[in-house]
């Protein structure tokens, strides 16, 4: 009885956890996209820092991202290359005072201008 008890515990906390974190990853996915092919799509058509950012915000209205903001992502325009880098930390609570800290910290896309 207590080997079940501590199996439907285990459980208990693996579908917690993935009630919780499983949306970050999932908006992480989707930001990244946004931020690499807004990054692409800028270098070949030549946007300077404000039309990307009034693009950052259109997407990330339209896929209902909140973890970031367009004033979050660092963005770099050359003769040469475009560079967003969008590295953040979402927060989440976990159980009662506990929160869960997820960084996403591999979101630095560059492409070169055509």
Do not use: H, W
């Not at 515990?9 to 807004?38: H, Q, R, W």
């Not at 927060?91 to 997820?102: A, L």
């Amino acid at each position: 009885m207590k080997s079940k008890l501590g199996l439907l515990l285990i459980g208990i906390f693996i579908g917690l956890c993935a009630i919780k974190i499983a949306p970050l990853y999932m908006s992480g996915f989707t930001i990244s996209n946004v931020v690499e092919d807004l990054t692409v799509e800028a270098a070949t058509k030549g946007y300077d820092r404000r039309g990307i950012k009034e693009r950052l915000t259109k997407r990330f209205n339209m896929n209902n991202i909140t973890e970031i903001t367009p004033k979050d992502v660092s963005i770099q325009v050359s003769d040469d290359q475009v560079v967003l880098d969008a590295n953040y930390e979402a927060r989440v609570s976990f159980v009662f005072n506990i929160d869960v800290v997820v960084r996403f910290e591999n979101n630095i896309f560059t492409a070169a201008i055509n």
